[in-house]
């Protein structure tokens, strides 16, 4: 029998029960669409999530910070480590690592040119920030033997202001981050720019460290946004300025040291017996770069058995994946479930039709219908009903998922650039392929049985004379 | 003429709750090619089996049914199917027609299920449809039709794909008497045009008087061979 004959006959026997034909393909229409909705708002959360986290920062960058570690109990795992030199040369070491720069931080007032606005400064090791997943938009990053140079966020420049700003702001006519102050400023003005610290040890001693803007970095909403970079020796200098010259008392190596011990990936025993007695010298973080998104989960978890206290983003996305993926199964399972019972509707319909066509069965046979030939007549029948399902289905399922993105849509992107919209329901290709196989192969294994008796069914039987 | 199907020993029993019914009780027939051969017998005589075990609709218990010598009864089921499409035709009493389809789409379902073209079968449908009287009726139902109309369908359906032989199960039986004449004239009249052989059931003497010859049949055995043949009624006693 030729194949087109086939599905030919196949629909004109399921347009024959028109209403009844309907109401299954409803079944499956529903069940489809519940599975790809509910499957669709899982994979939605998942890469809403994603990308939002990859838009904070890099999913191969771990920050070891001070303090103890914890377990997923709250249980603390060992003894807190000290961030010195030989924790930086530890944390090399780990397999995965590709760049590690010790870092201090300090924050305070900062003028560029007559503006004013706090500052956050971080001071890394000058030679690896290329390797540390910065990207310059202008200028360039900071390198080797650099002094007195910065990098800055490119939303820095909105947190200086002018004499006529700041009163404006004030006296509360001018938000602290006016959208039109906002575009009357330009990140790349800050370019070869003098910006001066400004860096207080007691009531009276102030000291003004001054830096040349070398780069603006990339991205408006990470978490190098609003920091600015500088190298570590500078800051460390500003640091002890203003713990009222720690460095006199000359313990626990200079910042130029660790990032050469950080270089050499050498474990630091000579300075092992002072530094563990003084803590001032210590980072006040560590970050590191790994290979590869993969690895950071497993460095992290390394650096974390070593007794570090240590953050990345990588962690966090491994958490909200498995919240995601539960979300996701059951919501896939109440779908699922909605697929089982259109199943049975398809194999109830074809029984029913296998009753009502007991004779022509019988005649089909008897004029020269194979076996096979009617057991694919049958399943084309069952497979059809679940087809034209699965399409409308997926139809439905667009335009569902189009309205809850549009319900959703004030309420997730508020305030959002186009470009970093987010949708609560996602219906990527795969899936749309997926749900029309499934609810074909949903149908023909629907069909199996009702196939099965249509062929066991005797002709003469069939076509006795009532 | 040749022997076309040569039936040795044919048995078969049914099974009935606690019964066992011989519908069949070793029967020999040969029948001749071209042939019109009528099968006489009262209801539970065992002609219909007969038919529907030449015709590989039901397994004998015992026996053979060769065709051309090829054993009918050890056929598969699949390799039947191809051979009923290709050499057999039906008849049935309640026409059997498909209610869906219209009168040309039911002459055509065989060679649908032979893998004909679209184009070929309907011409092939409609040329016989034709010859039998129905170009008015082409494009109509069954429900639509007469009883003689729809089995002036059925005719054409089973001599659609040019078959060898032709297998008519009361054809006439829920026609009346006018319209069972021309039936039975229009059956007559194929079978001496188109050299198909007629194997027709019936329990009716007049109508089994329209074959060459006639097999009485009673209690699943042959009883009486009666030859129409050339005007000659020498009547044979089966033993």
Redesign the interface.
């Known amino acids: 029998m030729n194949k087109l004959d086939l599905l030919k006959l196949a629909r004109q026997n399921l347009w024959r029960r028109k209403l009844r034909t309907i109401l299954t393909v409803l079944g499956v229409l529903i069940g489809t669409t519940s599975i790809v909705v509910m499957l669709s708002l899982g994979i939605g959360l998942r890469e809403s999530q994603r990308k939002s986290m990859e838009s904070w920062g890099s999913l191969t960058m771990i920050r070891v910070q001070q303090g103890m570690a914890f377990d997923n109990e709250g249980n603390p795992l060992g003894e807190a480590k000290r961030l010195n030199d030989e924790a930086v040369a530890e944390i090399k070491a780990i397999e995965g690592v590709i760049a590690v720069s010790p870092a201090y931080d300090v924050g305070g007032e900062a003028r560029l040119g007559r503006k004013r606005g706090g500052l956050q400064l971080i001071g890394i090791d000058p030679e690896v920030m290329d390797q540390l997943e910065f990207k310059a938009e202008q200028g360039r990053l900071l390198k080797k033997g650099d002094r007195n140079v910065i990098v800055v966020g490119s939303q820095v420049i909105y947190q200086f202001h002018d004499e006529s700003e700041r009163r404006k702001m004030e006296r509360g006519m001018m938000m602290y981050e006016d959208p039109r102050s906002r575009q009357q400023k330009d990140p790349a003005e800050m370019l070869d720019q003098r910006l001066s610290m400004i860096m207080q040890n007691g009531p009276e001693k102030k000291k003004n460290y001054n830096f040349m803007v070398v780069g603006i970095l990339e991205g408006e909403r990470n978490e190098h946004s609003y920091q600015a970079y500088a190298p570590i020796d500078d800051i460390k200098k500003m640091r002890d300025f203003t713990r009222g010259g720690s460095t006199q008392r000359g313990i626990g190596g200079s910042g130029r040291e660790a990032v050469l011990l950080a270089r050499s990936g050498k474990t630091v025993a000579a300075k092992k017996g002072s530094s563990s007695r003084d803590t001032a010298n210590d980072y006040s973080f560590i970050l590191v770069r790994t290979g590869k998104v993969e690895q950071t989960r497993e460095v992290s978890k390394t650096i974390k058995d070593k007794g570090y206290n240590c953050w990345s983003m990588a962690d966090s996305l491994e958490g909200i994946e498995k919240t995601s993926r539960t979300v996701q199964a059951v919501l896939g399972g109440i779908g699922a479930i909605t697929l089982l019972v259109a199943a049975l509707g398809i194999t109830n319909t074809m029984i029913m039709s296998i009753y009502e066509r007991t004779k022509e069965i019988g005649i089909m046979k008897v004029i020269g219908a194979t076996f096979t030939d009617i057991h694919t007549l049958f399943l084309a029948e069952a497979g059809m009903i679940g087809f034209i399902g699965g399409l409308f289905g997926l139809g439905l399922s667009y335009g569902v998922s189009k309205i809850i993105n549009h319900l959703f849509q004030n309420y997730l992107n508020r305030g959002m650039p186009a470009e970093e919209m987010m949708s609560i329901s996602l219906i990527p290709s795969w899936l749309a392929l997926f749900a029309l196989l499934f609810s074909v192969v949903i149908g023909l294994v629907a069909g199996l049985y009702p196939a099965h008796r249509a062929v066991r069914l005797s002709p003469i039987r069939a076509i006795r004379n009532e | 003429m040749s022997a076309l199907i040569e039936i040795k020993g044919l048995t078969k029993k049914y099974r009935l709750g606690q019964e066992i019914i011989i519908a069949l009780d070793n029967v020999d027939l040969t029948i001749e090619e071209g042939e019109f051969l009528c099968i006489l017998g009262t209801s539970g005589s065992g002609k219909s089996t007969l038919l ?1 075990i030449m ?1 590989g ?2 397994r004998a218990t015992k026996g053979e049914v060769l065709l051309r010598g090829v054993s009918l009864t050890k056929m598969k ?2 390799k039947m ?2 051979f ?3 050499y ?1 035709g ?1 008849i ?3 026409y ?6 219209t009168a040309l789409e039911n002459v055509a ?2 060679l ?4 004909v ?2 184009k070929a079968r309907f011409k092939r449908s409609c040329e016989i449809l034709v010859q039998l009287g129905l170009q008015h009726r082409l494009k109509n139902k069954p429900t639509e039709m007469s009883g003689g109309q729809q089995q002036r369908v059925s005719i054409a ?1 089973a001599l659609v ?1 040019n078959p060898k032989i032709v297998f008519a199960d ?1 054809p006439t ?1 829920n026609l009346d008497s006018k319209t069972t004449e021309e039936i039975m004239k229009l059956l007559k009249e194929k079978v001496n045009k188109t050299g198909v052989t007629l194997i027709m059931v019936t329990h009716d003497l007049e109508l089994a008087n329209y074959g060459d010859r006639v097999i009485s049949m009673r209690d699943g055995k042959i009883t009486k061979i009666v030859n129409n043949k050339e005007g000659c009624r020498d009547e044979k006693k089966a033993e």
């Open positions: 529907h015709a609709l039901e089921e699949k199917a191809g009923r499409r290709k057999l039906f049935f009493q309640s059997n027609l498909i209610p869906s389809m379902l065989p649908v299920f032979d893998g073209n679209k359906r794909n009361e039986g």
